[in-house]
DNA sequence: AAATAAATCAAACAATCGTTTGATTAACAA
DNA sequence: TTGTTAATCAAACGATTGTTTGATTTATTT
């Protein structure tokens, strides 16, 4: 695995792949370092040690879909514009970077207060983005529902990822360009018309008053 | 914890809320033995060693969710209403037993064959549930849409306790009967909707007709 | 070329891992 | 009660954990 030359990204590489695999507690600094092809006191060199190449793996992805959320709100679009664009981001960044997405969101080091701190404040964040939008665009203002409908929307567009490990080899589908197009349009209509069916409004499509609807 | 007089159920609950909060690979068995106030070689004694206990957890719950599916399949009824009940039974499973089903549903151990693909039969035939529901009453027949709707279901029922961790204190919800009631209500809404949508149907209460619609 | 800094290394650190042993106690059967 | 099995225990097993040390090599600067 470990191609290039930067150490310190052979490091991560390779903790990324195993720590998607495994789990963090379950992989050794000594595989890290062996499949890393560096010596051991490299990691504690590079990182300050095993749990700082997890908090690096969860700063790298919430900064990543940071920017992804960044740059749809600069634009001034429709609520249900920007969700479906959020959709379609957020899929492209897992099936560039599944491993590194399956880590920041599955690992969650309550042992290591300031990672475990700094990852909860960065959901709180995107789950504030997601409340908004449906506030905005769905008529949705009831803070339980925003919770629930949060969580709801990262699960539906992370639910391939996070089983993911059994699936490769077992329904054998091949997940090339076609197939994450796909996904991102069966995700996108599960979550558009089913939000819209929280407000008991059909055919968001065909749809054409905006916030008139009255909530369930 | 462990009140009660059975060393190997106490073993087996401190077990679950242990791996629920850090992860099977994080909890070591003097921590286990510790909180269930047995001897650490009692682990071995009943179950054979650590991933025993991992086994008897997953088995356990995969043995709730067949007798769940079992009850709704004995009687026949339309796929829809299939679906809700398996949603309903599915969330007071949940509700009833948090940290069993996280265990059961993240821990994957690759590097123990017999628990791993027990594990992957299982989902692989409550995944044919689904597929064949989507088939029967949805008119989706499609292989591909199948695991992606199939991982969307299972995804979207959990969505609020796989990442449950963070949430507890933070987003201040009483987690009451009442709020299992929305959100079975929400995740219902949300499936049933979006899978209609997928065809291009809409309001599916309303509608009247059933397998007179055609594929997107 | 000499001096300084950065990077890499093998080796050892104490701590913890899961498991096993063999003795001891408790429970039950004959 | 005696004999037998089941259950519990403290202690130790070897293996592995993450981290650190101090020497050595490589790279950069003066």
Redesign the interface.
């Given at each position: 695995m470990p191609n290039k030359k930067d150490p310190k990204q052979n490091i991560l590489d390779t903790s990324i792949a195993l720590i998607a695999?495994?789990?963090?507690?379950?992989v050794g600094v000594r595989e890290i370092a062996k499949k890393s092809k560096v010596n051991i006191s490299m990691i504690s060199y590079y990182f300050g040690g095993k749990t700082g190449i997890l908090k690096a793996i969860i700063e790298t992805y919430f900064t990543l879909v940071g920017d992804i959320l960044k740059d749809i709100i600069d634009v001034d679009l429709p609520a249900e514009t920007e969700l479906k664009k959020v959709i379609t981001g957020l899929v492209k960044l897992i099936n560039e970077k599944e491993n590194l997405c399956r880590v920041a969101?599955?690992e969650?080091p309550?042992?290591v207060p300031e990672i475990a701190n700094y990852?909860?404040e960065m959901?709180?964040r995107n789950?504030r983005f997601v409340g908004k939008k449906l506030e905005d665009g769905f008529n949705i203002s009831d803070?339980?529902?925003h919770?629930?409908?949060g969580?709801?929307f990262?699960?539906?567009v992370?639910?391939?990822f996070?089983?993911g490990?059994?699936?490769r080899k077992?329904?054998n589908?091949i997940f090339d360009d076609k197939?994450f197009e796909?996904?991102t349009d069966?995700?996108t209509?599960?979550?558009?018309?089913?939000?819209?069916?929280?407000n008991d409004v059909?055919?968001?499509d065909?749809r054409n008053q905006k916030n008139k609807n009255n909530k369930k």
């Open positions: 695999k495994k789990g963090f507690s379950a969101l599955l969650m309550l042992d990852k909860l959901v709180k789950m803070k339980t529902k919770v629930i409908i969580h709801a990262i699960s539906l992370y639910s391939n996070i089983f490990k059994l699936r077992e329904f589908i197939f796909t996904y069966i995700i209509t599960i979550f558009l018309h089913g939000v819209y069916g929280i059909c055919c968001p065909k």
